[in-house]
């Protein structure tokens, strides 16, 4: 490995070790525990040695949502390889809940916490969220071009699906669920197979 190589490798594992230790200050006490210096004192840096990586604070949970949303969309895409369009859609459906339960901070960070808002405003498109829509839209145009269901607008029925499971996730996540674990499961089956009813039955304009 050459020196350039090298010294590529190097910066990108102490990028990747800043962001380790702003997830778990994160993690552990909140936002407001996130600072530069908190930072730099966990991984015994200085603070002029953070700067030298990301300009501030919010570029730091920018990045951390755009990490986590790039393993959200390889979720999505391997449930959407197989099965028929409707299969696919239950696949996408469960494995969105399965990774919104099984990552509860970064799930929070993407999708509920503003903390990464005012980078997503400043940017030119929030893409990597519309990869992952992409992934679920495509499910659902295939499904109507299959005949699975009726042919209309395949975005605004895309939302629908993700409003239902995001809203699942969300009430479950934040505690605003009043029902036991065992029976939330039963009724996320439930919902997902009305949710699925739905789209198969009901017109699209």
Do not use: C
């Not at 966990?42 to 700067?51: D, N, S, V």
């Not at 501030?56 to 990490?67: P, S, T, V």
């Not at 992952?132 to 395949?154: Q, R, W």
């Amino acid at each position: 490995m050459g020196s350039i190589e090298r010294r590529e490798r190097e910066r990108e594992e102490t990028r990747q070790l800043i962001l380790n230790a702003a997830l778990n200050l994160w993690m552990k006490d909140g936002f407001e525990s996130v600072t530069i210096r908190n930072i730099a004192d966990a991984i015994e840096y200085t603070p002029g040695a953070i700067y030298s990586y990301f300009k501030d604070k919010d570029e730091i949970f920018y990045a951390l949502h755009f990490q986590a949303f790039e393993h959200f969309f390889d979720t999505l895409r391997s449930a959407a390889l197989f099965g028929s369009p409707m299969e696919r859609l239950k696949n996408i459906g469960e494995a969105y809940l399965k990774f919104a339960f099984e990552n509860p901070q970064r799930y929070d960070l993407m999708f509920i916490s503003a903390t990464s808002g005012k980078k997503i405003a400043e940017s030119d498109g929030w893409h990597v969220g519309e990869k992952a829509f992409d992934v679920l839209h495509a499910t659902v145009k295939l499904a109507m071009d299959e005949g699975y269901i009726p042919k209309g607008d395949s975005k605004a029925a895309s939302m629908m699906f993700w409003a239902h499971v995001h809203g699942i996730a969300s009430l479950i996540l934040r505690d605003r669920y009043i029902y036991s674990m065992e029976t939330t499961k039963k009724l996320m089956k439930k919902g997902m197979d009305y949710m699925m009813s739905a789209l198969a039955q009901k017109e699209l304009a």
